[in-house]
């Protein structure tokens, strides 16, 4: 399957009391990847969400990914995005099977991103571009290091961090296949908001 499409991430805060009725919204919009993303050390609620959002993501044909844990993916069957702390990728692999969709950040270390391909990952991750509410303090990437990476990587590339409606075509347009988002997508004042900006991330995919 080629990954290309809206990567959206969940985030507890910004969506507490209206978790799986925004989720379900850009579902209905169309995701390509759902990124469960939850960082808090609550093990049993963690588990609880990440079921509900299987069944959901099964419901729309879409892939759940899990953010740092390969542990919970490898126990719910879905896949797992690693960033450079969270625990080597080829034992991922090893663990989750040859068709898991396993994710690494590269943050804009092309580099980092070969090394990744080589380790099994089946799309990496350059960011941050823009000025991010849900992750401040993420290194900064540039467009002229996404270009380089479009010509020295084969595998999708993924690029996050502040991306909204207003400023992904150029992401798309120096080599981008994944869109992740959190604050562009879901901090929207209602579930047809989100359907909407699901559709639109969509339309600046397509080729
Ligand atoms: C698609 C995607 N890209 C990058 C990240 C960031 O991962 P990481 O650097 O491990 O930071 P945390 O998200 O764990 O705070 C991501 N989660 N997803
Ligand atoms: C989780 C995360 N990682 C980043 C990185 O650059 O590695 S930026 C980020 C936050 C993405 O949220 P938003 O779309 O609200 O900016
Ligand atoms: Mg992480």
Redesign the pocket.
């Known amino acids: 399957m080629k990954l290309r499409g809206l990567?959206a991430?969940t985030d507890s805060q910004l969506l507490a009391g209206k978790f799986l009725a925004y989720v379900e919204a850009a579902l209905d919009g169309g995701v390509t990847l759902l990124?469960y993303?939850d960082?808090s050390s609550d093990e049993a609620r963690r588990l609880r969400e990440a079921e509900k959002l299987r069944e959901l993501c099964s419901r729309y044909k879409t892939q759940l990914i899990i953010?740092?844990d390969a542990e919970l993916a490898a126990r719910l069957g879905v896949g797992v995005?690693?960033?450079?702390?969270?625990g080597p990728l080829t034992p991922a692999r090893a663990l989750l099977g040859s068709k898991a969709i396993i994710?690494a950040?590269c943050?804009s270390q092309i580099e980092l991103a070969e090394q990744a391909a080589k380790e099994g990952a089946s799309y990496v991750?350059f960011?941050r571009f823009f000025n991010s509410n849900t992750?401040p303090g993420?290194p900064a990437a540039t467009l002229d290091m996404l270009a380089q990476a479009r010509t020295r990587l084969q595998l999708p590339i993924?690029v996050?961090g502040g991306v909204t409606l207003e400023n992904a075509a150029p992401l798309v347009a120096h080599g981008a296949d994944?869109l992740?988002v959190v604050h562009g997508l879901f901090g929207a004042d209602s579930t047809q908001e989100v359907t909407r900006r699901a559709r639109a991330f969509n339309d600046l995919l397509k080729v």
Do not use: E, P, S, V
């Not at 995005?81 to 969270?86: N, V």
């Open positions: 990567y991430i990124q993303r960082k953010n740092d995005h690693l960033g450079q702390t969270d994710g950040t943050h991750a960011g992750k993420a993924c996050i994944l992740a």
